[in-house]
């Protein structure tokens, strides 16, 4: 390659990152501009910190944004993340394939971004709170017939155990999925409460004869950059919510846009009332 052309190929890579760059920050302004889609009070049960295998690698400071789906609560105990129902999961666009399309197998539907709705300390927390104490008491019951049995001890030992780390985790859960943005807002108004975002739902087929059901996997926008101003005060978070006390140090406020994109507004300690 001659002089000339070395030097016409830098120059357009030059252009290429300054034009990344402007798209970006052009994406980061009308995120932010006019008023937030919702504003959230977090903590650090919502907010954790990356692993340390991830800070090495990054000079920044990210937090990951916890959340969790309702639980599936079965006959002796246990608890799975829900799905998404049939019904729901057909609106978003899924359907079972055809038999044509199951020749010799049946072609794997790919992951669809949809808007999902997120619910702070609401209805959905609360229930799995409430079905966890109702856990606890049963087997203290149970072992206040029989005091002597040592697995209705271990019993006990783990159901309290669960309640504790309910107290300390996320109470931050995915309450709905929709394609609808208004729909979503008209049945979900509190903004400070409910926050609109985007994530992946992935289908899948269940039983005979076939049920199609949905599994929302992630969210599309998941870590949150932290202002520099605000290292110190969050470098220490957690990246495991049930590893944080009790009592929450910090009211992150973070607002999500026009984009539905986060971002962190605020940084306090929090009311220890």
């Known amino acids: 390659m001659s002089r000339l052309n070395r030097r016409h190929a830098l120059l357009a890579g030059v252009a290429l990152i300054l034009l990344i760059n402007a798209v970006a920050l052009a994406g980061v302004w009308y995120n932010r501009s006019g008023e937030a889609d919702s504003r959230l009070a977090l903590s650090e049960r919502e907010l954790g910190g990356m692993p340390a295998y991830l800070r090495r690698e990054n000079s920044g400071l990210l937090l990951q944004l916890q959340w969790r789906m309702p639980g599936h609560w079965e006959e002796d105990g246990s608890r799975s993340p829900r799905w998404l129902s049939e019904a729901q999961t057909r609106q978003l666009g899924f359907r079972i394939p055809d038999a044509e399309d199951c020749q010799p197998r049946c072609r794997r539907q790919a992951a669809r971004e949809v808007l999902v ?148 507004m605020a940084v306090s300690e929090a009311s220890q009332d």
Do not use: C, M
């Open 117 to 264: 709705v997120l619910e702070l300390d609401g209805p959905a927390y609360r229930d799995e709170l409430r079905r966890q104490q109702e856990r606890v008491e049963l087997a203290r019951r149970a072992l206040a017939a029989l005091p002597e049995d040592k697995q209705l001890q271990q019993r006990l030992d783990y159901q309290s155990r669960e309640l504790d780390n309910l107290k300390r985790d996320t109470r931050l859960y995915a309450v709905d999925v929709g394609l609808d943005r208004d729909q979503l807002r008209q049945r979900y108004a509190d903004r400070s409460r409910y926050a609109i975002v985007r994530g992946l739902v992935r289908p899948s087929r269940w039983g005979k004869p076939a049920q199609l059901r949905g599994h929302l996997s992630e969210l599309s926008i998941a870590r949150i950059n932290v202002p520099r101003h605000w290292h110190r005060a969050l470098a220490g978070l957690s990246s495991r919510p049930r590893d944080t006390p009790a009592a929450p140090g910090y009211r992150i406020e973070v607002a999500f846009g026009q984009r539905l994109e986060p971002w962190i």
